[in-house]
């Protein structure tokens, strides 16, 4: 019921900048949050940060925290990811995920609906 379209990814040097956009679509006034996950090969997904639906409360990880900046755009159902002082760790495929449970948190259990993720690469 709620559709999720990622974008913004590529290449980018060490200590370089990034946005991510993500797109909904559908019942996109049923879900509570919105957050960005990522995925790195050989690694576990991981919670990156959220936004919630309602007054913008924003989460992050520990391991952006400073550096990545969460927003949205109601009238365009977008929500978007600022990504500065890129580091080479932070080279995964970023998804984007829509949560309907009435918390805010990035386990993912509590996200049903994802994109089809976006590759972010930081490589000098």
């Known amino acids: 019921q709620v559709q999720l379209v990622e974008s913004g990814g590529g290449l980018v040097q060490p200590g370089g900048s990034l946005r991510l956009s993500c797109v909904g679509s559908?019942?996109?006034?049923?879900?509570?949050?919105i957050a960005w996950f990522r995925q790195a090969p050989g690694k576990e997904r991981e919670g990156v940060s959220l936004?919630?639906?309602?007054?913008?409360?924003?989460r992050y990880a520990d391991s952006v925290k400073g550096r990545f900046t969460i927003s949205k755009d109601n009238g365009k159902n977008t929500v978007y990811l600022q990504m500065n002082s890129l580091k080479p760790e932070d080279t995964a495929v970023y998804y984007c995920?829509?949560?309907?449970?009435?918390?805010?948190?990035?386990?993912?259990?509590?996200?049903?609906?994802w994109g089809q993720g976006t590759q972010v690469t930081v490589s000098a």
């Open positions: 936004i919630s639906n309602g007054d913008g409360t924003t």
């Open positions: 559908g019942f996109t006034s049923k879900y509570y949050a």
């Open positions: 995920a829509a949560g309907t449970g009435e918390v805010l948190s990035l386990r993912e259990n509590l996200y049903g609906s």
